[in-house]
């Protein structure tokens, strides 16, 4: 049992686990079993590195850091154009009601439909990204940006029209979306994944609540259709970037090099010593040295020199990394991986890291709906430009939860995989979620408290402000954290792991901004017995974190071994 994680009975290794994460009282060296491993000796210390990289060239594992760094910045940022459209109307709600002559339900209903585009096209993009890779639909979706965007801002006084564009932005948007992340997966070792997944989540999520801030003085001054026009011109100028310098990162890699989707069954009872895992790790060395005939790691860049032999393949040229598509990455029907992410809801990890992200990210989707009928009326009689700067709490927020995820986030694991003694097992990413619920439940409850006593004058604007920047940092920190597990822990699943996050938080986000309105006429503008309820629902699905850590392994195990996409005939 280490550090609470209960050992698996029936597998010696258990897919996710491995020998190490990033120990810097234990040396990697082959007198610990590590021959014939590639190493990260860029430190003090050599580094395992998981998965393995393979002796091609063309592998992204491969690639410099700075080039995999230049990648993951183009597409955040980018993504950070292509979210802004999510939250794009939120200050923006009394001036639109005006100009289309429709109630508030239906101005909301136009960031609903935008959050059920997303979520339904992400469930083609995913299966197109696995078998042809991710660059067209990256290319594709900047393209569509740069369309619907322009389409928005010029639909005039047409609802309708309007309100298509919105489906299409959120289609547009996809890709970004469900794929930014994956490619993180593509291009980083589970050591250096932490930072950058935190700075990816950032760019999704925290970006969004930058975008209010502007939408209200741009409204003010030049009119609510050139919040649309900027859009596709800043997306105009990414494009070129994505295409030139975003090859693809999909790759099909060997099976033996993926050190944490080894798996092996206990011949015995399922007990371990150190012997075993010596013995384990060794049996996983021959089989990469067989696979993969890595050579001793030296070189600049940390990951080893490798002697290529006739069967290495030739360096692709940067002419030819303009392609959209170089070849399938796997030979699984289009079909089956469309259907793959539905039976995951089923899986208690998969179903566990849709409530985590997705209820907080639902809340703050609930907060900018009403903050309309909260801000823009009686007693405080704000603005457009006012309510988009009282998005600055927001992303503060996110740029909060940011720090303390990317703090947290690798140092925390590292740590417990010290302690463990070397073992790094996934679920020490779900420790993130005791800030997430501290922060994240606080501002919950505390802003239906204080929102309440705003409009009685008890409380300066400020205070529920500040409790909404809390909530956002926790959602921010519970995207992190159930990004990480998926990855770290049913890596091979990830991308339909992070399908299933986009369709719950979405179809959920667009549920509530039909009852939003509703609801709070129903509590007679009353917010505090609304988010007790919110923050009490948040608090049990944070404590159901405590299961998924202890039983978390076995479950790896079980689903290894019983695996529910052969059940339903999907895989």
Known sequence: MGLGVLEDRSMDHVPGTTRYFDDPERPQYAANGTDGLKCDTSGPVPIILVPQPSDDPNDPLNWPLWKRDLITFILSLTAIFATALGPILAANTVALSMFFTRTFSKVAELTGWFLLGVGVAAVFFVPSGRIWGKRHLFVGGCVLLVITSAWGGGSGKNYDSFLAARVFQGVATAPFESLVNAAVGDLYFVHQRGIRMAFTNLAVFGGAFFTPILVGRITNDIGWEWTFYFVAIFCGLCLPAIYFFCPETAYRRDASLNLDLVARTS?????????QGDKETS?????LVAASRSSETSGANGTGDVEQSPQVPHKTTWKQSLALFNGRKTDESFWKLLLRPFPLFLQPAFLWACL????????TVFIGVIMAQLFL???????????????????????IGFVIAGALSDWSARYMTKLNGGIYEPEFRIVLVIPQMILGCAGLFGYGITVDGLLYNKYHYAVPLTFFALEVAGMVIGAVASSLYI?????????EG??????????????????????LITNRSKAAPMFNALGIVQIVVCLSSIPLYIYGKRLRSFFYRNDILAFFKVR
Not at 267 to 275: F, H, I, Q
Not at 283 to 287: D, F, I, K, P, R
Not at 498 to 519: D, G, Q, R, V, Y
Request: aromatic share 18%; net charge negative.
């Open 267 to 275: 011949a015995g009872d399922g007990s371990k010593n150190d012997e």
């Open 283 to 287: 049996v996983a060395n021959h089989q």
């Open 356 to 363: 985590i992200q997705g209820l907080l990210i639902g809340w």
């Open 377 to 399: 009326s009686t007693p405080l009689w704000w603005t457009e430009v006012q309510t988009g700067y009282a998005y600055t709490a927001a992303f503060i927020g996110a740029i």
């Open 487 to 495: 990855v770290d822990a049913y890596r091979d699943l990830a991308i």
């Open 498 to 519: 992070f399908t299933c996050m986009i369709i719950f938080k979405n179809i959920f986000s667009f549920a509530l901004t039909f009852k939003a309105f509703e609801w």
